[in-house]
Every structure is written in C-alpha cells, then in structure tokens.
C-alpha cells in the first residue's frame, strides 16, 4: 500500500469554487460525475495514502476510503434543524474515527479542505454526556497527566492550544479552584492547525498531515484513555 500522495488537483479546488457559487440540487446532479472525478475520487487516494501512515501513529483509528460510509464526509448537509437551507457542503472533509465508534462522536482525527480554508487537527466533538464527563473526571483526577498534554513540545509547536467550547458555569461536581478549571468546563476538545490551498496541491501535504496528527497524538491519547478505549 502506498503511502505517497500527488497533491489534491486543481480541478479539486476549482469544483468547490463553483460548487459555492452554485449551491443547489439542480447544478450538482448536472456535474455529479465532475464531483466524483475530481473531489471524492482524490479524497479516496489521499485517505488510501493516509492509511499506512495513520496505523504508525495508532493502530485504532481508521482510513476507510469508500466514497458512502467510509472516512470521507458526505457532501449533502443536513439542514433539516437549520436555518442555512443550502443543500450541499462547500468543502471536502474526512475524519479518520477510533474503531470503536463509527459516529462523529467518537475521537478522530479530521481533514479540511475549502478553498480559502485548509485545516488539520484531532479530538472529540460534543461528546454526549456520559462520556464528556468521563473526560472531565480525567482530568479532574490526573491534572499532571493533563498538564503534560498541553506542554507536550510538539502539540504547542503545531498548535495554538486545545480549544472547544465551554460552560460558563463549572459542571457539577467539579472544584471551582481546580487549575485545569477551564478545560474542565469544555463541552469539546480540539487542536485544529490551518495549511493552505496551494499545500493541499503538493506533493509534500501528506508529510503535513502526517507530522499534524502525530502533534495530536497527546491529546488523543489521553481521551482515549478516558474513555477506556486503547491507543
């Protein structure tokens, strides 16, 4: 299996770029198979490249490269709770999910390609409650172990924090004056590090993920640990 990646192609970029300035049901089914050939058929090469290379880092998180059901993000949104009733997503994503979960909830690590916004990043997005507590009671119980996941030199080299939101209360059950107070209070944990468009076009970007993911292998590794699943 190669762990080699060419770069995502122009036509990838170009297609989002019209898709946004044609966002609706009518267009994308007139250039569906332009969809296939040059958004998802590149992202299926990049998580099939990613595979080897994610399996380095932890063995638990998975590279599905299927276009439906596999890493890859669908690109219809769900705007059935929203008032946004764009039908289609302007951007192409993947997530590479911890095995034991195959929802948005589980820990992954995630891939965001737009036009104007390239990111890299891992961690868990809104938990539901019995597992953002278990989280929180990490913490609250190891904050030494806490404390060496956000001085870890790589994760502070590539990224600007763990971020999230919060409450403004501090949950119940929990110490006000506890240092990590303010993670504490997170209802999400992430790091999130920006690339650029014309990085995602080179050869070089899978290297970047790669040396990202790694980054937040600290924070992943402690969630994991949270939650009782391996790492």
């Not at 929203?82 to 891939?111: I, N, T």
């Not at 409650?129 to 609250?140: Q, S």
């Not at 970007?205 to 969630?223: G, K, N, Y």
Request: positive net charge; hydrophobic residues 40%; contains cysteine.
């Amino acid at each position: 299996m190669t762990t080699s990646f060419p770069g995502f192609p122009k036509s990838f970029f170009t297609f989002l770029r019209q898709l946004a300035r044609n966002n609706d049901r009518a267009w994308f089914d007139a250039n569906k198979a332009r969809y296939k050939q040059d958004v998802a058929a590149p992202m299926s090469d990049f998580i099939v490249a990613m595979a080897p290379r994610l399996g380095k880092i932890s063995s638990h998180y998975v590279a599905d490269p299927r276009p439906h059901g596999g890493s890859m993000f669908r690109i219809y949104r769900d705007t059935r709770f929203s008032r946004d009733k764009r039908p289609l997503k302007e951007h192409a994503a993947c997530q590479f999910r911890h095995d034991a979960g195959r929802d948005a909830h589980a820990p992954g690590f995630y891939v965001h390609l737009a036009p104007k916004d390239v990111r890299i990043g891992g961690g868990i997005w809104l938990p539901p409650g019995p597992e953002l507590r278990a989280i929180r009671e990490a913490i609250a119980r190891d904050p030494a172990g806490w404390s060496r996941v956000l001085g870890n030199r790589r994760l502070k080299a590539a990224f600007d924090g763990i971020r999230g939101d919060a409450l403004v209360r501090t949950p119940k059950g929990f110490d006000d004056d506890h240092r990590h107070i303010a993670d504490i209070k997170r209802k999400t944990f992430f790091v999130m590090r920006e690339s650029t468009p014309s990085a995602a076009g080179e050869a070089g970007f899978i290297d970047e993920v790669d040396d990202t993911l790694r980054a937040a292998a600290p924070l992943m590794r402690f969630v994991c640990k949270a939650l009782h699943l391996p790492f």
